[in-house]
């Protein structure tokens, strides 16, 4: 049974900062993974995704230059940093563990394969 647990959500203001964390179980670690986010009414979307060895990244133009994505392997854990945080990133965030481990359609929800619970983050204005 795969296990994605996603931590360090919370409530800050514009213009803060958080870092929020997946740690994974029951899975070699061996995958891309992804960062998706969803509010109420909303579809889920496409936050960040990193390849298993972390060479390469990819994020959606809204996150650009203040989110970045990494992971450290030997934790099975990914990790979202996210800088410059605005009233419209509030959304709850979810962790994804992909079927490959290159960096393939990564923007698309069906190509991960498990989903962690998801942790809000609210940005106050």
């Known amino acids: 049974q795969v296990q994605l647990v996603e931590s360090g959500g919370g409530l800050v203001q514009a213009g803060g900062s958080l870092r929020l964390s997946c740690a994974a179980s029951g899975r070699t670690f061996s995958y891309a993974m992804g960062w998706f986010r969803q509010t109420p009414g909303k579809e889920r979307e496409f936050v960040a995704a990193?390849?298993?060895?972390?060479?390469?990244?990819n994020y959606a133009d809204s996150v650009k230059g203040r989110f970045t994505i990494s992971r450290d392997n030997a934790k099975n854990s990914v990790y979202l940093q996210m800088n410059s945080l605005k009233p419209e990133d509030t959304a709850v965030y979810y962790c994804?563990?992909?079927?490959?481990?290159?960096?393939?359609?990564?923007?698309?929800?069906?190509?991960?394969?498990?989903w962690g619970q998801g942790t809000q983050v609210t940005v106050s204005s």
């Open positions: 994804a563990s992909g079927r490959a481990p290159a960096l393939t359609y990564y923007m698309t929800m069906g190509s991960y394969a498990y």
């Open positions: 990193i390849s298993w060895s972390g060479g390469s990244k």
